[in-house]
């Protein structure tokens, strides 16, 4: 089993910056991939950002905005550049996912 806990979220400009942090814990050896989802209000949770294996991959939406990375217990994303589109519950998950890994999530708003 393993638990995920995410933190960073908050309110940000357009244009500006804010780094997420989705902490691991419990049987953390066993994954191998892992990845950033995001839900809106309204539609469907979809994926933002994976490391599979070590290679990274970002859906077209945010490639080249926002950047994974994964140090030991500890998945990032670093978002820049954001869009007002960008406003989401942002959680992290194995890739693919499990559905009884999904935590609260964070929430992040770009708004002026």
């Known amino acids: 089993q393993v638990q995920l806990v995410e933190s960073g979220g908050g309110l940000v400009q357009p244009g500006g910056s804010l780094r997420l942090s989705c902490a691991a814990s419990?049987?953390?050896?066993?994954?191998?991939?892992v990845g950033w989802y995001r839900q809106a209000p309204g539609k469907q949770r979809d994926w933002v950002a994976a490391n599979i294996r070590g290679g990274t991959i970002y859906h077209r939406s945010v490639e080249g905005r926002f950047s994974i990375s994964w140090d030991k217990n500890t998945v990032s994303l670093q978002m820049n550049s954001l869009k007002p589109e960008d406003t989401a519950t942002y959680l992290c998950?194995?890739?693919?996912?499990?559905?009884?890994?999904w935590g609260q999530g964070t929430q992040v708003t770009v708004s002026s």
């Open positions: 419990g049987n953390v050896d066993s994954i191998t991939s």
């Open positions: 998950n194995i890739w693919p996912p499990r559905n009884d890994y």
